[in-house]
């Protein structure tokens, strides 16, 4: 067994999965400190078979110091693990020190020892999986790698988890329903404006995971892969969730302050968001170079034109995505940074969404079930419309426009008697309709009965005086009636 190279890939799983940092390296490599901050632990690598009388030395050296070993590691650790890589099996249980910090020594022996080096799931089962990798793989990995090869090659549950969410909402939709349709996406939970000021607010979260097609499903997916692993490696996981989350929500209250007509759906909008937070943590560090900071700029810009291009792209929710995600980063580094004017930051955030959530509730309705029934009739699907009518009524979203379709599919289905009995019930709900008493009119003149039809018609143009079909139905029932 290659002991070095066992070292060497434990050290890679420990950086890569877990998120520890490489903090001191000697000129022979034979003595290795990582540390995970957010853990409070410390861990030490040392290729040496040592004597109990070396071991004894080094505790009484560590507790001795340890208020300079916290100040040269930078934070207050609760645990350090010693790992030296025996040439035989050695017992150190003596010299486990039990108080805070707790201080243990462990002997790297045999290949089933190197597994004691994590109690992390994934990072044991790479650690004992049998790999040909030579050495310099894991090393080269390791000491070479730039930020960003160092972000993408970091364990990313979170971002796994999100895509796997997206890839199985989407084949539940196709293999259990097998239709997409526009009423389809409206009825699983894709982002309208009508159905959101009704109080149907869980779609900002909904329409996050609902993709049209398996072409849309692979470019968010893609996209996804690259910045969600870029973000969660650099800032961790619940931080990378967390702007992936709020930008989602931020993106659909941005889209529908804007856009009534719609039906938003797709992952890119919170994707964006990752982008934008990307772009802000370059920003943030001082070490990067500020031309790749620009190349990469350009980079999304020319990526955000070129979907210009592509049909059906809701780029209020991109750029919405965008914006919150970077607003997020900023805020974030700024808690970070503990910036004194933090929460003013973030409750200027707030007070940006409480403002686009009052733009989104004096938007003037558009009546989404009523242009998806008309597009049925169009198409001579009039079970289908008449479907959809009786669905408008179930929750209450009938509009005095709903009332004229219904009417007009139990005119085609039945009879124009009641095709006039179902207008007249939409009158009594919409008793200021001139559309229903317009629509009354013309069904009273199909019949002949011109007494009936003028009252219809009066009250219209009262209600609508500056509507030229009104005016032309009214002067056609005169002409009738002279």
Do not use: C
């Amino acid at each position: 067994m290659d002991k070095t190279k066992q070292m060497w890939k434990s050290i890679y799983y420990l950086v890569y999965t877990e998120g520890y940092k490489i903090i001191s390296i000697d000129e022979e490599e034979a003595e290795i400190w990582l540390t995970h901050e957010s853990k409070k632990i410390v861990k030490r690598f040392i290729h040496k078979t040592p004597t109990h009388q070396e071991v004894d030395f080094d505790l009484e050296k560590i507790t001795d110091h340890l208020g300079d070993l916290i100040d040269s590691i930078g934070f207050s650790f609760e645990q350090l693990d010693v790992f030296y890589i025996t040439e035989k099996e050695i017992d150190f249980t003596e010299f486990n020190h039990t108080k805070r910090p707790k201080i243990r020594y462990h002997a790297l022996y045999e290949l089933g020892d190197f597994e004691k080096v994590s109690h992390h799931f994934v990072t044991k089962h790479q650690i004992k999986r049998n790999r040909t990798n030579p050495v310099t793989t894991y090393k080269n990995k390791l000491l070479n790698a730039s930020f960003i090869d160092s972000f993408m090659l970091k364990f990313s549950p979170v971002t796994y988890f999100l895509v796997a969410a997206n890839v199985i909402v989407w084949l539940s939709l196709v293999l259990i329903f097998n239709h997409f349709g526009q009423i389809n996406l409206v009825d699983y939970g894709g982002l309208v404006h009508f159905n959101v000021v009704h109080g149907e607010w869980y779609r900002l979260l909904t329409s996050m995971f609902i993709h049209a097609n398996f072409t849309h499903l692979m470019m968010n997916v893609f996209s996804l892969i690259i910045f969600g692993k870029l973000i969660e490696g650099a800032l961790g996981s619940i931080k990378m969730f967390t702007i992936y989350f709020i930008s989602g929500l931020f993106t659909g209250i941005v889209s529908l302050s804007i856009d009534t007509q719609s039906i938003s759906i797709g992952a890119s909008g919170a994707i964006f968001g990752l982008i934008g937070a990307f772009i802000v943590y370059l920003f943030t560090r001082k070490n990067i170079n500020k031309q790749f900071v620009l190349q990469t700029f350009i980079g999304i810009v020319i990526i955000s034109l070129l979907a210009l291009f592509i049909n059906n792209v809701n780029h209020f929710a991109h750029l919405g995505g965008f914006v919150g995600g970077a607003i997020l980063m900023f805020i974030m580094y700024k808690w970070m940074e503990h910036d004194k004017f933090k929460l003013y930051y973030i409750t200027a955030f707030i007070v940006i969404i409480i403002i686009l959530i009052v733009i989104i509730f004096n938007r003037q309705q558009h009546y989404i079930y009523d242009e998806l029934t008309k597009d049925a009739m169009n198409n001579g699907d009039f079970d289908r419309a008449e479907t959809m009518v009786k669905q408008i009524k179930e929750k209450n979203f009938e509009s005095d426009e709903t009332y004229i379709l219904s009417g007009l599919i139990v005119a085609n289905n039945t009879s124009l008697n009641e095709a006039i009995l179902e207008w007249e019930r939409g009158l009594k709900v919409f008793p200021n309709s001139a559309k229903l008493n317009y629509q009354l009119a013309l069904g009273y003149r199909a019949k002949d009965d011109y007494d009936k039809a003028n009252k219809f018609i009066n009250k219209a143009i009262k209600l609508d005086k500056k509507n030229k079909h009104y005016a032309a139905l009214k002067d056609e029932i005169d002409a009738f009636r002279s």
